[in-house]
């Protein structure tokens, strides 16, 4: 993985701005610390830094394809194209001649092959800007799924863009401000596609094509969820669904460097585990690496609540013993996770406050610094649950009743809302459940509907697209942005396009043919898993309950209210906070508890870090 970025100016010549380029590209070294390249060519300049994964010698940018006339297109990449063997093999037969073993030139052969409709022939997680030279326009292009970010700025000369937003701020010429609008995506766990918390940013949409010419900017889905009748029995979905799930992790475990697995114990990373140690073993190459996290004992008592039912450390080596993975268990120190350098690192990674999650960002850096001492590439078990329905609140029929998005109903929100502590008139003027209300309505308007459709096929269609298109988006930006804040590339197998779709249009009564939640996966994967695993009901990722981080947390909100020069404090409620400050520390601290805090906390750190132009 790498990370990109890029400056279109048609009325300028950027060699004389080399410095500025220079910046932006420099802003991405955490995601590319291998290797930099920055190409200029009069009004366009293309940054790259470089995580070394595949052909680590040949496969530098940005890279040029030449003609007879010099470079006919220059490509700034990042990501993984898992059938560039077979594009590749397309390619040579028409004639195109390879310098590399990198799936970065047949990216940008396959551009100058088939033109704008390349994009449809990828299958994988990808980001990247394709300068065509004789063309003199700019290609910018995202993945289906969106695993990979890609944010752009449009001016009035052209067009700013880099893998994060820290890449464009670091144009002079780039604004700081944040709206209501920016704000409220910050406070409420609703992602609306393509939007950005900077006012004038915006993020390319899973599975777009741009196109910035001269003539300005033009948008080209090309591809997006659909709905179509599911020609399958159940035998054949399940038979077909394994059969998809062995074709796509054969795939992601190419790699030139050491490959690991994060493994939770829980249905979906176990599958993955499982198959991956299963191929790399028929290939004759080492049993796969698995990394799990758990909390050291600091005396206080687990607490179970509706998200955290237990100890995944049972079923993590229930599956160990079964596969014999090579496996490790990093065990984290909940008290280090509230550090002031730590909490930095985090806000500089997102460009924004870390929000719903609480420890969640601490404890996933975590994992992700001591995965990276030994790998540079892992797989992941994430977005399984948003396309075969693993959540709870998909078999909850009040929550379907409640007309939002499932994460935030009665029951789950409390879970998420981080808005405790903030000032009740600017909470009232930015009217968040009124901002969800219409998120929600624009998320099922975008729904694909089949004709004929059941009512509650219908519903829970509606249900899978809202998790695909919010949720799932939500969760990928988490992980990408941490695991690429240590220079760990995470793969997400479940993320294949052609596994979306097809789950996608799996019938409610299919999916849940047992009584259960992804049930088709279970029954995908009977023979490669313990018992003890089919059977386990989902626990999220591990959060602590240990009363050392909410007083450490508590300390420096302290510090904060007491400092009249906090960015924050004017948007706080004090007499909240000192109530909250006041309250005592309880035996087990449960994440809903210091979830205010830690945005207050987030916020403050975020607003002066980077001199945040708040107009709200």
Known sequence: MCGIAGWVAYDQNLAEQRHILQSMTDTMALRGPDAEGVWIDGPVGLGHRRLAIIDLEGGRQPMAA???????????????????????????????????RSDTEVVLRAYLEWGEQFAERLNGMYAFAIWDVAAQKLLLVRDRMGVKPLFYSQTSEGVLFGSEPKA???????????????????????????RAIFAGMNEVLPGELIIVSRAGLKKRRYWRLEARPHEHNLERTIRYTRDLLEDIVEKQIVADVPLCS???????????????SKHLLEQGKENIRSFSLDFEDHGSEFVENAFNLGSDTPFVRALVDRIRSRHDEIMLDSRTMADPVLRTAIVRSLDQPPSFWGDMWPSLYRLFEAVRRQSTVALSGEAADEIFGGYRWFHDPDSLKENTFGWLTSVTGKFFDGSALLDRGLVERLDLPGFRRDSYAQALAETPVLPGESPVNRRMRQEVYVHATRCMQIMLDRKDRMSMAVGLEVRVPFCDHRLVDYAFNIPWEMKTFDGREKSILR??????????????????????????????????????????????????DLRRVHEVLRRPVGV???????????????LNLWMSDYRVDLDI
């Open 66 to 100: 030449q003609n007879n006339a010099g470079a006919a297109a220059v490509i700034s990449y990042t990501g993984e194209v898992y059938n560039f063997v077979e594009l590749r093999d397309e390619l040579r037969s028409r004639g195109h001649v390879f310098e590399t």
């Open 168 to 194: 464009i701020l670091a144009h002079p010429d780039a604004g700081r401000k944040v709206t209501a609008d920016g704000l409220r995506e910050i406070l409420d766990m609703v992602k609306t596609p393509g």
């Open 262 to 276: 994060l493994l939770s114990g829980g249905l979906d990373s176990s599958i993955i585990t499982a198959l991956a």
């Open 523 to 572: 029954a995908a994967a009977s023979d490669i898993l313990p018992n003890v695993i089919l059977d386990r009901v989902k626990n999220p990722y591990p959060a602590t309950q240990d009363p050392a981080y909410e007083q450490a947390l508590r300390a420096t909100l302290a510090d904060i209210v007491s400092d009249g020069s906090a960015p924050v404090r004017p948007l706080l």
């Open 588 to 602: 087990s601290s449960p994440r809903q508890d210091r979830i205010a805090i830690e945005l207050a906390i987030g």
